[in-house]
């Protein structure tokens, strides 16, 4: 039903950063905007490199007012432009990501260029693989039940799935899932660079070591 004088939908909720340093990482953008409500952070790369824009989805409309807030205070020495964007803003940035081929490696700010896609597909076959992946890009406010669903096609033991946190309990955006075997979890790589809402997911070998690891630093 639509109400009399027609229902105007509301809008996206993501607005745009600009100005921010160029070692920032999304925990210093969730530290920004502490005590709101933050969905997705997509920090935008040109040619490689951090360009120092963001694009931040809230969990609505209000919180975008409240975000704007913030425009012109600082991070670090640099203050932090915020300002309204469309949501075609957004997905054009996630797609433009998406077809770089250094995908979502926000921890590379080297001078050189990343490794090509086949070459960076060819070291995941060469990897030793246990049954353990690593999930890397996850939304922040990811569930375990949505991991589960990522992986229905696969033989996953649904009480071996770990959302690493941080310290304060804020998730970090990766997660390690254990399957019954070393060779399903191969099979589950096809999943690599498949969504989960609007963030792609990497996918990576991992150890039992390294997901014991990132448990207890959850804990601590």
């Not at 809230?58 to 203050?79: C, I, K, P, S, T």
């Not at 915020?82 to 054009?92: G, S």
């Not at 490696?105 to 080297?110: A, E, I, Q, V």
């Amino acid at each position: 039903m639509v109400p009399e004088g027609g229902f105007q939908p509301p809008p996206f909720p993501v607005v745009r950063l600009r100005g921010l340093p160029f070692n920032c990482t999304d925990i210093d953008i969730l530290k920004f905007f502490a005590g709101l409500t933050i969905v997705d952070v997509l920090l935008v790369n040109k040619s490689g490199r951090f360009s120092g824009e963001a694009f931040v989805v809230f969990a609505g409309a209000m919180q975008v007012e409240f975000a704007l807030q913030r425009d012109r205070q600082n991070m670090g020495r640099r203050y932090v432009e915020v300002f309204r964007c469309k949501k075609q803003d957004y997905y054009n940035a996630v797609a433009a990501e998406i077809n770089y081929e250094g995908i979502y490696d926000n921890d590379y700010h080297g001078s050189s260029p990343p490794p090509s896609r086949s070459k960076r597909f060819s070291d995941k076959d060469q990897m030793e693989y246990t049954e353990i992946l690593k999930m890397r890009g996850l939304p922040f406010l990811v569930t375990k039940s949505q991991i589960v669903e990522f992986f229905k096609d696969y033989n996953l033991i649904e009480d071996r799935v770990h959302i690493a946190c941080r310290p304060d309990g804020k998730a970090t955006g990766e997660a390690y899932v254990e399957f019954v075997s070393a060779e399903e979890a191969k099979r589950a790589m096809s999943k690599d660079k498949m969504t989960i809402g609007s963030r792609y997911v990497e996918l990576f070998p991992s150890t039992p070591d390294e997901a014991r690891r990132a448990e207890s630093r959850s804990r601590q």
